[in-house]
């Protein structure tokens, strides 16, 4: 069955460091998402993308965030200079055209920021 | 505005029934949504039920929404170690362009022996 994957799994960083977050989602998919965990706490939306662009974004994701889809697979998180409290688990998720079809999640990175 | 709420924790002995509970403010909604979270893991989508129907049955789960009442239940029968994880409440409005799914806190369900 396909599945949305996710690398790294695991991420250590320093604070005021770039991170970059892999996605790869199902490949007929044509709608994509991020969202995180932190620790303890509610999954939270953070940005849906659709066509190269910005479907909508929360107030989580502010200008230190950016998402891209450099190629015709990958669809990647980017936290520009992070903070403590960016440390959580993020999970990257997609879906058909087709709104009546739900998102599938990937497994999540788990970003320490130090 | 959105909100989805659901009990923190819950507690039952293995083999009987668990039933977890969810409320939701936004009637709107078009799909409710259940997912498990393993210790360290994803998300796994147990079960989903769109907003125009009451019941949803899938071997041991049992979903069922309220739309009057705006309550959302999900019911394991025979609970096994195996069942034990965070399980979340969720809703969204697939319809529209903005289709996020808005999450509830999470009910971690402990399996008594």
């Known amino acids: 069955e396909p599945e949305v994957t996710q690398t790294p799994s695991h991420q250590v960083t320093q604070m005021g460091q770039e991170v970059i977050l892999r996605c790869v989602p199902i490949s007929n998919h044509l709608y994509f998402y991020w969202y995180r965990q932190i620790l303890g706490q509610k999954v939270e939306f953070l940005v849906s993308?659709?066509?190269?662009?910005?479907?909508?974004k929360s107030e989580i994701f502010d200008d230190q965030f950016s998402v891209e889809r450099p190629d015709g697979s990958n669809f990647t998180l980017k936290i520009r200079s992070t903070k403590l409290e960016d440390s959580a688990m993020y999970f990257c998720?997609?879906?058909?055209?087709?709104?009546?079809?739900?998102?599938?999640f990937g497994p999540g990175t788990r970003l320490l920021v130090l | 505005g959105e909100d989805v709420e659901q009990s923190l924790f819950l507690s039952v002995r293995e083999g009987d029934s668990s039933v977890i509970n969810c409320t939701y403010t936004?009637?709107?909604?078009?799909?409710l949504y259940w997912y498990k979270q393993e210790p360290g893991a994803g998300l796994q989508l147990l079960t989903y039920?769109?907003?125009?129907?009451d019941m949803k049955q899938d071997q041991r789960l049992t979903v069922l929404l309220n739309k009057k009442d705006k309550h959302l239940s999900l019911r394991i029968a025979d609970t096994q170690t195996g069942d034990s994880a965070i399980y979340f409440c969720a809703e969204s409005f697939t319809m529209n362009r903005d289709d996020k799914i808005i999450f509830g806190k999470g009910t971690r369900l402990h399996i008594l022996p």
């Open positions: 936004d009637s709107s909604s078009t799909y």
């Open positions: 998720a997609s879906r058909v055209r087709d709104p009546a079809e739900t998102q599938y």
């Open positions: 039920i769109f907003s125009n129907m």
């Open positions: 993308f659709y066509n190269n662009e910005i479907s909508e």
